[in-house]
């Protein structure tokens, strides 16, 4: 199965600051079959990016989702403090659709 | 707005078998062409895909756990239930149901999700 490797393991900033979370995977993943979510504690985990760069219904264009084969981004502008939460990627290239750890994003 | 509700005892013990209810509301599990999904994350590691169903029953599990994993669907109360025989500490996870508009392959990307049911496996 593919394994995905989230960096950095947990991400400092403040509101108004550039996010940047990297997802890694073992091998390419086809078609860019990549999502992204949200999980905030006590939650539900949210959809945000599907097919490597396409926003989730309801999702704000400061989530952003970027890269192809081994290697994707998400990226969000001007953070919010709901924003503050882990963040997953996912691959459903190849079966069985598997996760990565996660990117905990905290406040500065 | 589609809405999934996980419930289920919380402790169960080792060797016996684990069983969740995925409660939909907010519109009919027949409507669309759709997969009903469970996952799980143990406490401190990542996100497991553990299997799906659709409402004509049709399922695909999880290569890992697909020996011990049984997805099953009742559409006339909106739910769809796992069972996971002969647990051990190692199933101790929260729990989510999730939906998805894959092929009948294999799932793609999940949403909506529910809260999480936490299982811990425990005498």
Known sequence: EIVLAQSPGTLSLSPGERATLSCRASQSVSSNYFAWYRHKPGQAPRLLIYAASSRATGIPDRFSG??????????????????????????????????????????? | QVQLQESGPGLVKPSQTLSLT??????????????????????????????????????????????????????????????????TA???????????????????????????TLVTVSS
Do not use: H
Request: with cysteine.
């Open chain 2, 22 to 87: 995925c409660t939909v509301s907010g519109g009919s599990m027949s409507s669309g062409t759709y997969y009903w999904n469970w996952i799980r994350q143990p406490a401190g590691k990542g996100l497991e895909w553990i299997g799906r169903i659709d409402t004509s029953g049709s399922t695909n599990y999880n290569p890992s756990l697909k020996s011990r994993i049984t997805i099953s669907v009742d559409t006339s109360k909106n739910q769809f239930s796992l069972k996971l025989s002969s647990v």
């Open chain 1, 66 to 108: 970027s890269g192809s084969g081994t290697d994707f981004t998400l990226t969000i502008n001007r953070l919010e403090p709901e924003d503050f939460a882990v963040y997953y990627c996912q691959q459903y290239g190849y079966s069985p659709v598997t996760f990565g750890q996660g990117t905990k994003l905290e406040i500065k």
């Open chain 2, 90 to 116: 190692a199933d101790t996870a929260m729990y989510y149901c999730a939906r998805d508009n894959g092929g009948s392959w294999s799932p793609v990307y999940f949403d909506p999700w529910g809260q999480g």
